[in-house]
């Protein structure tokens, strides 16, 4: 199955890197701009990978579908759901301009992330525009080529400092034969708890989220297993349009007002008393939170439970991802020197000098 839209731009961006590796000139890589508000501020010319779109292949019977990086997110989806199919991680869009590239450099993933994996775990094979001025492919097509880890990986999360990310290869998954959701109500010490218990019983939950006084499941899988975990816990039924409000950060607890946080902690983390009202979200390893509290007492709360706090409003912090510990700080820097050494690419993006 291909996509109508199929346009190979790469030697187009090839040369224009080139050219700025010629010049000294620093490249902001933009696709989509849905993210543009995570990390520090990039000043360079610009680099739009969206002329560089399309599904390249698409395999429904290996769960394997690869895309160039300009293709719009919501392309993709349509072609897996049209084949009953899905991407697990439940990558969030922001907007309808997504691309596939913008996807997996900010590797940002929905409330299934802790019960299916996150949008690194299922890169299978990359193709890059590195800091070398050469378009190399890593990674491959099967679940065999990367059982090593390769850079196609470290692409993930990268927010594009390391390289222009050109094309990816993905793993996708059938679509669940049943899904339900369920609002229960309870306090949230006693919704943490629940949690940590049904962790480790084979509930079919997919995702949990609590507000402060309801507790949301979502259940999934075949029909019977669904059902009964139903039956068992009991609740209101809840608008599975909950999860993707909740994604799409459009539940009222988004709208503007306080500078919003998220930060990712270790599983069953109890309830913290963070300064200000927030939102437990992948059954508790993830909390958003609203403050005006400074930016190095939130992550310092972060750091102390082993996770770490990310900025989500644009300008409130000159450190919106949480500071490194020096020996990560010289691994992060390592690796820029080694991929991108005149450091073009979206050069302090995520910390400064790197």
Not at 3 to 11: E, I, K, Q, R
Not at 182 to 191: G, K, P, Q, S
Not at 322 to 338: E, I, M, V
């Given at each position: ?293 400074g930016a190095e007492a939130i992550q310092t709360i972060a750091s102390e439970v082993g996770g770490h706090a990310l900025c989500y409003s644009h300008g409130v912090s000159d450190s919106p991802f949480q500071p490194l510990a020096n020996p990560l700080l ?25």
């Amino acid at each position: 199955m291909l996509n109508p839209v199929n346009l190979d731009a790469s030697a187009a961006l090839l040369e224009q890197v080139n050219q700025a590796l010629q010049n000294s000139t620093p490249l902001r890589i933009q696709g989509g701009n849905s993210k543009a508000f995570l990390g520090r501020e990039v000043a360079g010319e610009i680099i739009d990978t969206r002329p560089h779109r399309g599904i390249v292949t698409y395999d429904p019977t290996e769960l394997v579908i690869t895309a160039r990086a300009g293709t719009p997110l919501s392309e993709l989806c349509a072609a897996l759901d049209a084949q009953g199919q899905m991407l697990p991680c439940e990558p969030p869009s922001f907007g309808d301009d997504a691309t596939v590239g913008g996807m997996v450099a900010a590797g940002l993933s929905g409330p299934r992330r802790p019960w299916s994996g996150s949008v690194r775990d299922f890169v299978l094979g990359t193709r890059v525009i590195t800091g070398h001025g050469k378009h190399l492919r890593f990674g491959g097509e099967v679940m065999k080529n990367v059982a090593g880890y390769d850079l196609s990986r470290l692409l993930a999360g990268s927010f594009g400092c390391l390289g222009l990310l050109t094309e990816v290869s993905l793993k996708v998954l059938p679509k669940p034969r049943q899904c339900s959701s369920i609002a229960l109500e309870m306090n949230i010490d006693r919704a943490l708890l629940k949690l940590a218990e049904w962790g480790q019983q084979p509930m079919p939950i997919s995702a949990a989220s609590h507000d402060g006084k309801v507790l949301r499941l979502r259940l999934e899988g075949g029909e019977g297993s669904v059902a009964a975990a139903h039956d068992r816990l009991g609740g209101e039924v809840l608008a599975p349009s909950y999860w993707d409000d909740l994604n799409q950060q459009r539940l009222a607890f988004f709208n503007e007002g306080l500078p919003l946080w998220r930060l990712s902690l270790p599983n069953n983390i109890g309830h913290l008393a963070l300064p200000g009202e927030q939102l437990i979200d992948w059954g508790g390893a993830q909390r958003w939170l609203k403050s005006d509290a400074g930016a190095e007492a939130i992550q310092t709360i972060a750091s102390e439970v082993g996770g770490h706090a990310l900025c989500y409003s644009h300008g409130v912090s000159d450190s919106p991802f949480q500071p490194l510990a020096n020996p990560l700080l010289r691994y992060h820097r390592q690796l820029k020197a080694q991929l991108d050494p005149q450091g073009i690419f979206n050069p302090g993006r995520m910390y400064a000098g790197i």
